[in-house]
């Protein structure tokens, strides 16, 4: 079946630090997001980008469509940057969302 | 975008309960989406629910245990009946907006459930 696979799965950096996190998926992408789950819970859309490249701030992503990944780049990375990383896609056109296992980012002051 | 209002935020329950989970959109939709996320694991889709239809369910999800209602364009709800502890999760509704392909998800705050 569909599959997505996130790494690394867990990353510590040191404030200031840049990092770069993986989305493998194993099908023709209709849509991919990168999302930033907060402590409450709650999923923050950080971008669409089912293929290209896009920058908010000192985030960006790039996907790759053709060889199926997509990286997230988060420069000087802040505390306030912890929590866990998902990526989900879907393929056609059904709205579903296939999620990754995450990437928990734990940012040290 | 859409913005989506879930309540409860959070609810602390006893096994043998239910609890009715509401979403509000501020626009129509045709598709809203309930997704679970159970204690340090991904998001999983439970149902698609459209307007006016039964909600179609994942495998490993029934609707005698999930019942899902559609009553309009804008609002669903998801019941989690006859709860036990492994019931303890997040719950998410989510729907898309754009145009043909190009349609984003978003989600609302989350419900955190814990059964006890």
């Known amino acids: 079946g569909i599959q997505v696979e996130q790494s690394p799965p867990d990353l510590i950096l040191q404030e200031g630090a840049n990092s770069t996190l993986r989305c493998n998926f194993s099908d023709s992408v209709n849509n991919l997001q990168w999302f930033h789950q907060n402590p409450w819970g709650q999923l923050i859309n950080l971008f669409y980008i089912p293929s290209g490249t896009k920058q908010n701030g000192r985030l960006s992503a790039t996907t790759v469509a053709t060889e199926r990944y997509s990286l997230l780049y988060i420069s000087s990375s802040q505390t306030t940057d912890s929590g866990v990383y998902f990526c989900?896609?879907?393929?056609?056109?059904?709205?579903?969302?296939?999620f990754g296992q995450g990437t928990t980012l734990q940012v040290k002051p | 975008s859409a913005v989506i209002s879930q309540k409860p935020s959070r609810d602390i329950c006893q096994r043998g309960t239910s609890l009715t989970i509401q979403c509000q959109v501020d626009s129509q939709v045709t598709m809203m989406f309930w997704y679970r996320q159970q204690p340090g694991q991904s998001l999983t889709l439970i149902a698609t629910a459209n307007q006016g239809s039964e909600a179609t369910y994942e495998s490993g999800f029934v609707i005698d245990k999930f019942p899902i209602s559609r009553p309009n364009l804008t609002f669903s709800t998801l019941t989690v009946s006859n709860m036990s502890p492994e019931d303890s999760s997040i719950y998410l509704c989510?729907?898309?907006?754009?145009?043909?392909?190009?349609?984003?998800?978003?989600f609302g705050q989350g419900t955190r459930l814990t059964v006890v």
């Open positions: 989900a896609y879907s393929s056609g056109n059904t709205g579903k969302l296939i």
């Open positions: 989510s729907v898309e907006s754009g145009r043909g392909w190009d349609t984003e998800a978003f």
